[in-house]
C-alpha cells in the first residue's frame, strides 16, 4: 500500500478559540484532494482542541500538542492521552523541534509518553531533527539516528507511528533548507529503519518534512522522492495553508 501524503498545521500557542474558529471556517470551505489522497491533522492548542474538533470538518483530524501521561494523577497541567480519546482526538504530536529545544531536551525522555500514547490508539507524529551546531559539524545524521534509537526502542508496532523530520534551525524561523538537504536526511533515516528495524517499516512508515514551509516553498518539498507530507507551524494558521495540503497533487 503506497504511503497516503500527510500533512500536518501545528497552531503551537496561538490564538484564542475566536481565532482558531477562523481557520476552521476557512478549512471547512476548502477544496481539496479527497481524504483518500491527502489526510489533513491540525493541532490547536489545548483550549482550542474541543472547539476545534466539534467545528472541524469530518475528513479533518485533530492532535494534541502534547500529552504524557496515561491517566489522571498529581501531575499538574499535564494532558492524559485517556482524557485526548475522550475528546475525540486521534493524533498527538511529540518532540517537536521546539519542545525538543526548550523544555524537553533529552532523547530518551519522551519515552513514557510515546508508550502511553500508542497505548491508546493515538497516532503519533514524533519529531526528529539536528540543531545548527550539529549541521555545521557535520553529525546531523548521527545526531538524527540517536534520536531515531531512542523512539525504535519504545515502539514495537510501527503503524501509528510518523517521523517529522524538523532541522531545529530551520523551525520557526524563516530558514529553509534546500530540497536537497531535506532529501539527503530523509533517505538516510530510511534507509537506517530498513537497516535497523525492517524493510516493511521503512517501507510503510510515513516520513514528513517540517521547518519554515510555506505556499510559495511547499511544492517543492512535497514532491520529493521519500517525502510523506509536511508538517507546517506559521503558515497552517494562514489560507496559505490550503495551498499546502494540495501541494502534492
Ligand atoms: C512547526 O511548528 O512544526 C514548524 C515547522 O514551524 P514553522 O513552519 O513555523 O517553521
Known amino acids: 500500500m503506497a504511503r497516503k501524503f500527510l500533512v500536518v498545521g501545528n ?3 496561538n490564538g484564542n478559540v475566536l481565532e482558531a474558529m477562523e481557520i476552521v471556517n476557512f478549512l471547512n470551505q476548502a477544496q481539496v484532494p479527497s481524504q483518500d489522497v491527502v489526510e489533513v491533522v491540525v493541532g490547536p492548542k489545548y483550549e482550542c482542541l474541543l472547539p476545534v474538533k466539534t467545528s ?12 504524557g501521561l496515561e491517566s489522571g494523577g498529581a501531575f499538574n ?11 475525540g482526538i486521534q493524533w498527538v504530536i511529540l518532540k517537536h523541534a521546539e519542545v525538543r529545544q526548550l523544555v524537553d531536551k533529552t532523547n530518551e525522555s519522551a519515552g513514557d509518553r510515546f508508550v502511553h500514547a500508542l497505548s491508546v490508539g493515538l497516532k503519533v507524529v514524533v519529531c526528529v531533527g539536528e540543531t545548527l551546531e ?7 545524521m548521527e545526531d538524527v539516528t540517536a534520536q531515531a534509537i531512542a523512539i525504535a526502542d519504545k515502539v514495537s ?10 532541522p531545529l534551525w530551520a523551525t520557526g524561523t524563516g530558514k529553509v533548507p534546500t530540497p536537497a538537504q531535506v532529501q539527503e536526511v530523509v533517505h538516510e533515516l530510511r534507509k ?5 528495524i525492517s524493510t516493511e517499516v521503512a517501507y510503510k512508515t510515513r516520513i514528513i518534512y517540517g521547518g519554515s ?3 510559495a516553498n511547499c511544492k517543492e518539498f512535497a514532491t520529493l522522492p521519500d517525502i510523506d507530507g ?3 507551524g506559521a503558515a497552517s494558521l494562514t489560507p496559505e495553508f490550503v495551498d499546502i495540503i494540495t501541494s502534492a497533487t
Open 213 to 215: 514551509v510555506n505556499g
Open 77 to 87: 497541567g499535564e494532558l492524559s492521552v485517556k482524557t485526548l480519546g475522550c475528546l
Open 192 to 196: 537506517w529503519i530498513e537497516i535497523n
Open 11 to 13: 497552531w503551537k500557542s
Open 230 to 232: 509536511l508538517l507546517v
Open 134 to 140: 550539529q549541521r555545521e559539524a557535520g553529525s546531523t
Open 56 to 67: 472541524l470538518r469530518p475528513d479533518f483530524h485533530v492532535a494534541a500538542q502534547k500529552g
Open 157 to 166: 508496532n510501527w503503524d501509528n507511528v510518523v517521523l517529522a523530520y524538523e
